[in-house]
């Protein structure tokens, strides 16, 4: 079982609706999780970041996070074309002292104009 | 202020030789990561280093070493190279304490001939 899982997609969406990314991981104490955006042949810039349970807004994007359930999901509302990437889940793993990261392998988004 | 920055951007290297790759973090930032993303394996974990200390190793063979600098600066030095190093070498840096964001450089494409 892989540490951090996402829907490999493609997941299209029209314009101005929400897009909703999905996230679980396996290992319950995790403590804190990361969203990214990918374009092609780019590197991955950092969108979120949530430790809570609960959700966190910035801007169009919401995370939420269930830690009983082990899912963080990403929304983002009003989906604009520049929107469309791929979008990699990070999760921190518990007892670690330093600064590890597992990413999921991603979810590519299209939003369709 | 600068990001993170990574040199070369792109490399192409024969079957038996070695590399090294270059990686200037954020200022202030004492963490650096490194990770290889492929279109298979998505973003895979090499090591991390803070305070010139490997803090933390992921599950790659030996031929894959690093060091990191008293300015912070890292370097990842892969010897023996095979085919299946053709890939995207990722470097991030973060604060370093606790569970801090990353943030990614350009990358440097690493092709295997």
């Known amino acids: 079982q892989k540490e951090v899982e996402q829907n490999s997609g493609p997941l299209s969406v029209p314009e101005g609706a929400i897009a909703s990314l999905n996230c679980t991981y396996s290992?319950?104490?995790?403590?804190?999780f990361f969203w990214y955006r990918q374009y092609s042949g780019k590197s991955p810039e950092l969108i979120m970041f949530i430790y809570s349970n609960g959700d966190k807004e910035d801007g169009r994007f919401t995370a939420q996070l269930n830690k009983a359930s082990q899912y963080v999901s990403l929304l983002i509302r009003d989906s604009q074309p520049s929107d469309s990437a791929t979008y990699l889940c990070?999760?921190?793993?518990?007892?670690?002292?330093?600064?590890?990261?597992?990413f999921g392998t991603g979810t590519s988004l299209t939003v369709i104009p | 202020k600068a990001g993170v920055t990574q040199t070369p951007r792109y490399l192409i290297k024969t079957r038996g030789q070695q590399v090294t790759l270059s990686c200037s973090p954020i200022?202030?930032?004492?963490?650096v990561s490194w990770y290889q993303q492929t279109p298979g394996q998505g973003l895979q974990f090499l090591f991390e280093?803070?305070?010139?200390?490997?803090?933390n190793k992921g599950n790659f063979p030996g031929r894959f070493s690093g060091r990191q600098f008293s300015n912070s600066r890292s370097e990842m030095n892969v010897s023996t190279l095979e085919l299946g190093d053709s890939a995207l070498y990722l470097c991030?840096?973060?604060?370093?304490?606790?569970?801090?964001?990353?943030?990614f450089g350009d990358g440097t494409r690493l092709s295997i001939l």
């Open positions: 200022s202030g930032h004492r963490s």
């Open positions: 991030a840096s973060s604060l370093g304490t606790g569970k801090q964001p990353q943030h």
């Open positions: 990070a999760v921190s793993p518990p007892g670690n002292t330093g600064n590890q990261f597992y």
């Open positions: 280093y803070f305070s010139e200390t490997q803090r």
């Open positions: 290992d319950r104490g995790s403590q804190s």
